[in-house]
């Protein structure tokens, strides 16, 4: 979600190839900043590029089958679901259609995030992101897969609909946006939906409940389990028991079979822990050369 | 690659909620050590087993697939390919297996992981990889789903191979580390491979060749790119070349399609790169409220 952005602001040695030791860098003057290893990952290399196409891929995949032959069930989650408890929407007769979220899903926020890589450490400002929603202009890049996907998808008469946490106030810009990523049509009220569409602020429940009354929506792809349901949202949910609400029971299936995420280290709600949330403690090791 | 180990050592904020200012957190004594984002992001998130649980879901489909409708060609590139002229090694009538890659592919290490996290900044050190080889026991977890990818890939008769680059010299206990996490049988010399196994070094390709002279390999998982050829590991391709080589033009259609990408953002080539190699030059922005 948007306004859970978060830098995590780091010093880093460059990765080493094998027989190259790792050389310590300092923080510095923005010419010479290091860019975070999450960064590195997510914008800079071959492996997320990789990862965004495959997870397009078995995206588009997925839609085009239910186009032949229509589900009984949407995979929106119904009002009286729980983590332990999934009901989903039923399609009835509606229009087919596939919700993604936007930022870090269906584009990279480029230009916002090269701003704050060149202030590190700085904390997420949800001013600073206003103003990127303002005038950030097309400082973004869909993500790798994206574009193609969504042109068979619509092609395949399913209509994509964007459900994101940018704001309404913002709707113009983050049309247009969207549309000059090549990733349009984006309409909001039609086929973009924005925070405080609907009630609920940054939870995105009410809005894909609003979506299906109108349509059957066969899939949906986020970075973060908040663009499929707000039941991993609950604050009250643990690290590990946010995980293995997503990695086990009844969700487990749906990953890749009508839920399809897209790999975000940069920020989010992905991002918390301690070391004891991370780390089963019988899965740890230390070694036994220890501090020599 | 295994060789390639780095931990971004980071001085994180905890990820905020969309209402909670973010609280500064500072290094401090192992009890109360911050997690760098990109550990929290791959082993303790839900999103990354989502992730995972996804890539492992296309690998099976896809195998099962091929297993009923073979293909005439494998998904190995032969020797005489380069970057712009992909060329694969035919199928012939030989077995179907998959490749898959060992660390942060098969499994998590989180032993060495947690081993890193409580020392931060630390560089990588091979001897101590070596130790962990050698005697971390059972401190991994199987990555999220591949162990029922597995199980239904053997049960559609096709041969499951690691190829891997922890060492020969550790072969016994590299074994012994795969079966005990359910990932099994991995037997050195029939369905593992280790670096020394055949020329080359870290480099796979020589591995892939000589496991193609007796299977069909009809698909690969790795979480970089050098698990799936040599040719982006050359040490001249730039960071955005690289990028480039596996996301547009011939390479770009095998994602999810033959060949599987583990999301791994915690250590390996794919965290390489300056400000010019991560951010497209027309990509940029400033906050025009700057420093204010």
């Known amino acids: 979600m948007v306004v859970a952005l978060l830098l995590a602001g780091c010093v880093t040695a460059p990765a080493p190839h094998a027989e190259a030791p790792a050389a ?3 923080p510095a003057a923005p010419a010479t900043v290091d860019v975070p290893a999450t960064m590195r990952w997510l914008y800079g290399s071959g492996e997320s590029a990789a990862s ?3 997870a397009y891929h078995a995206l588009r995949d997925f839609v085009l089958a239910a186009a032949r032959d229509r589900p009984t069930e949407s995979v929106v989650l119904a009002p009286e679901a729980r983590l332990g408890a999934p009901r989903f929407i ?3 007769d509606r229009p087919l259609a596939v919700v993604l979220d936007v930022d870090e899903t269906a584009l990279q ?3 916002f995030e090269y701003d704050d890589a060149v202030h590190p450490g700085r904390a997420f ?3 600073r992101w206003n103003r990127w929603e303002e005038g950030g202009g097309d400082a973004v890049r869909a993500m790798p897969g994206a574009v193609t996907a969504l042109r068979a998808i619509r092609a395949a008469g399913v209509t994509v609909i964007f459900n994101s946490n940018r704001l309404a106030r913002f709707a113009a810009a983050n049309e247009a946006v969207l549309n000059r990523a090549g990733l349009g049509p984006a309409r ?3 086929t973009l939906w924005l925070q405080g569409d609907a009630p609920g602020g940054s939870g995105k429940d009410e809005r894909r409940w609003a979506i299906s009354r ?7 792809a986020g970075d973060q389990l908040g663009d499929f349901s707000d039941l991993f949202n609950v604050r009250t949910l643990s690290v590990p028991a946010r995980r293995d609400a997503a990695s086990s029971g009844p969700f487990a299936r749906l ?5 399809f995420m897209l790999s975000n280290p940069v920020y989010g709600p992905s991002l918390r822990g301690g070391l004891d949330d991370v780390f089963p403690s019988d899965k740890r090791w230390s070694d036994p050369q220890g501090d020599h």
């Open 90 to 92: 039923p399609c009835g």
């Open 255 to 259: 990953w890749g079979n009508g839920w």
């Open 52 to 54: 965004s196409i495959q």
């Open 214 to 220: 109108d349509y059957c929506v066969v899939a949906m």
């Open 188 to 190: 909001h009220g039609e």
């Open 125 to 127: 400002d949800q001013e």
């Open 109 to 111: 926020n480029l230009g």
């Open 24 to 26: 310590p860098a300092a």
